[in-house]
């Protein structure tokens, strides 16, 4: 099957576009963390530059869900990579000529947000586009694939760099990324909007018609908020906590190998997905989801390394099941009209409350102890993983395998 998919020019095209596009992505962090580190000697300068990236990405999420449904996707993907590419160079033309300094690189990074905003929206519609009905989950299980396999390489890669070179060239070799990306995604044939909008249609009539939609399918917002709350109570613990925690318990240098187990994880399951079939994908993607919360667990009884780094490959494994159960549900049930619209209210509801999660933890750490909190947060995320199902809406949503794109 996975030849069948490579068959497929405009796949085989994406998929490119993907592998590169993520690698340069999957450096960036990295890079940016230590060149605005290292040109500024402000870790609040960090925290500005990362905070300006997501808030701009919150605001215009929406927006570019409607743009997505409204232009072809292909455009909406090569503008949104050349702007990258743009802004990335900037960022990098800064630090490699030492003229840092923290407004430009703040508005660059703005920009970016803006950017991130119409780029997932459209990314997450487009494989319907590209692959039959029949194979939309293992295309995404070979995208993922491809982005576990750059997570894992693409962090070390890029600490390499900055060690012999520094963050600059790191993130200018993301703007090539971004470039070349944006080039292979030309070759896509894809050229038509997935519908025409009325000739009366406005873009805030759009996206309150993508919101409409978004209430309408039962299963689609119960999931939503399942993942709100997972975010809410795991990112911030995982984040913030998860190296310090580690470091008490063990070293800075178990964190790396919890970190790089949690990666493999990814990878086998995501390989896995690719040819396991089940009736209902969706079901055994929120099941597997709440293995998510055994690192944090393990973290919360104190456990051996060994034990939080096993937790964390098998934390992998879930995430990864989950990732593509939801991506494949929503491309097989969502009506491809509205697909970048409903996915864009998906992503604004999930995102949301990281930023809320990440300011809280610490206060709550300070208050109730670190690992009590990071317990806590193990204890909500396994029962907010598994709530969907009591929603038969969740738990009989059959995997489309041989209908593609029906109706929720």
């Known amino acids: 099957m996975r030849s069948t998919l490579m068959r497929l020019t405009d796949f085989r095209w994406f998929l490119s576009a993907q592998v590169v596009s993520l690698l340069g992505t999957s450096m960036a962090p990295v890079a940016l963390a230590f060149g605005v580190l290292d040109a500024s000697g402000s870790t609040s300068d960090l925290g500005v530059v990362l905070t300006v990236h997501m808030v701009p990405l919150l605001a215009f999420l929406l927006v570019g869900g409607a743009v997505a449904d409204r232009l072809p996707r292909r455009t909406v993907l090569v503008a949104a990579h050349l ?6 160079g ?7 000529t030492g003229r840092y300094a923290l407004l430009p690189v703040a508005a660059l990074g703005f920009l970016g947000g803006i950017l991130a905003a119409f780029t997932t929206p459209a990314l997450r519609s487009i494989v319907p586009q590209l692959v039959p009905g029949d194979r939309i989950r293992q295309a995404n299980a070979l995208l993922a694939s491809a982005r576990n396999t750059t997570k894992i ?31 292979f995604l030309t070759r896509l044939s894809l050229t038509a909007a997935p519908t025409a909008p009325r000739p009366s249609s406005r873009m805030l009539a759009d996206i309150r018609d993508g919101w409409t939609e978004f209430r309408r399918i039962r299963w689609v917002w119960t999931v939503s908020l399942c993942f709100c709350v997972i975010n809410l109570v795991q990112v911030g613990a995982w984040q913030i906590l998860g190296p310090v925690l580690t470091r008490q318990l063990s070293g800075e240098e178990t964190w790396g190998f919890v970190l790089s187990a949690r990666g493999v994880g990814m990878l086998v399951m995501s390989t896995l997905m690719y040819r396991l079939v089940v009736r209902h994908l969706l079901r055994l993607g929120q099941l597997m989801s709440a293995l998510g919360a055994l690192p944090l667990l393990a973290l919360g009884a104190q456990l051996h390394d060994s034990w939080l780094i096993a937790a964390a490959f098998v934390a992998g494994l879930g995430s990864s099941a989950a990732a593509v159960g939801w991506e494949t549900s929503l491309q097989e049930h969502v009506p491809a009209h509205v697909l970048s619209r409903v996915s864009s209210s998906d992503d604004l509801l999930s995102y949301i409350a990281i930023p809320i999660g990440q300011l809280g933890v610490g206060l709550l750490a300070d208050r109730f102890g670190g690992f009590q909190v990071a317990a806590t947060a193990g204890i909500i995320y396994a029962a907010a993983a598994v709530l969907p199902l009591t929603s038969a809406a969740v738990r009989r949503l059959p995997h489309a395998q041989d209908d593609h794109a029906r109706t929720a």
């Open 83 to 88: 702007g990258s590419a743009l802004t990335q």
């Open 90 to 96: 900037g960022v990098a033309a800064l630090l490699l």
């Open 153 to 183: 390489l693409g962090p070390s890669l890029s600490g390499i760099t900055v060690a012999a070179t520094g963050g600059g060239p790191a993130i200018a070799f993301d703007a090539l990324t971004y470039l070349l990306a944006a080039g």
